[in-house]
């Protein structure tokens, strides 16, 4: 039986380090700011919008939600955007997804400054994870959350095929770049990949990340023995029961190790989040700050 990667364990010692790291920066009468922009009435939007409040304020963290109705226009939220961008306070500013139709998704991340683009969607940030740059900037929260579970787990990456399906900005995109970054070969796939050479490709995968929203799309027969399979997936059944996009009951007696859902992937989201935000800030007034990640 695979080995269970414990996500709300991770992410509680990772949030145990950004309090650390968000206390040498009250010493100095810093306290990281983090914006959050909600539109509409989504219940799921809601939820998680308190959910990140409430970490927030137990790592240190100044969280603040500024709530815009369904019709809320474009440039009522590029206007929000701009004051934040030129609020001193404000280290990090996401807006949460998904938004109104009226609204060009694109538009508003690419009206957040770099420097505060805590997602790591914007245009320059993107790019530079992309060409492969080292230095301080924000990178896609829930692929670095799951770069640090491998890190904690001491998954061996150097020389390894990794396979993630699901081409987001949100997950497979910036996940592909960082997996390379480690040294990984990696194959992205998407719905577009036909069903046959999926199967080819997934029995010679040693790492294995799914983020499509397809629950079940993948079984334990389609996985190489001993691979390590992270599942980004999370979807309601008719029953209400919550499961990922991997089936985890028959993946699990195949793989080395696999995260569950919920408990995997989800709590490191969040717990990733407020390390970049703590990050920003601390790059923001110039000081230095041991990294999060290689002390838990």
Do not use: C
Not at 12 to 22: E, N, P, W, Y
Not at 95 to 117: F, G
Request: glycine content about 8%; hydrophobic content about 45%; proline content about 6%.
């Amino acid at each position: 039986m695979a080995k269970i990667i414990d996500g709300k364990a991770i992410a509680k010692k990772l949030r145990a380090v950004v309090a650390k790291q968000a206390a040498v920066l009250k010493e100095q009468a810093i306290t990281p700011g983090l914006a959050v922009i909600l539109v509409g009435d989504d219940p799921a939007s809601e939820i998680y919008v308190r959910s990140k409040e409430r970490a927030a304020a137990k790592v240190g963290v100044d969280a603040k939600t500024f709530k815009y109705p369904n019709d809320a226009t474009e440039e009522e939220i590029l206007t929000q955007i701009n004051a934040l961008n030129q609020d001193e306070t404000i280290d990090a500013i996401l807006v949460q997804s998904p938004v109104p139709s009226q609204i060009n998704e694109q538009t508003i991340q690419e009206a957040i400054l770099p420097a505060k683009d805590v997602d790591g969607f914007h245009p320059e940030n993107s790019g530079r994870l992309f060409a492969g740059q080292t230095g301080n900037y924000p990178v896609a929260n829930t692929p670095r959350g799951v770069m640090t579970m491998l890190h904690h787990e001491a998954i061996d990456l150097d020389g390894k095929h990794a396979v993630v399906l699901g081409r987001s900005i949100l997950v497979g995109r910036p996940m592909f770049a960082l997996l390379q970054k480690a040294n990984v070969s990696v194959t992205l796939l998407h719905r577009y990949t036909p069903a046959d050479l999926r199967r080819q490709l997934l029995a010679t995968a040693d790492i294995v990340v799914v983020a499509t929203g397809v629950p079940d799309l993948i079984m334990g027969a389609d996985l190489k023995p001993g691979a390590t399979v992270i599942d980004v997936g999370m979807n309601r059944l008719p029953n209400n029961k919550l499961v990922g996009d991997v089936n985890f009951d028959t993946a699990q007696k195949v793989a080395g190790a696999i995260t569950p859902v919920p408990g995997g992937v989800g709590p490191m989201t969040i717990a990733t989040l407020l390390e970049t935000t703590v990050e920003l800030a601390a790059h923001h007034h110039h000081i230095e700050l041991e990294h999060g990640w290689q002390n838990i």
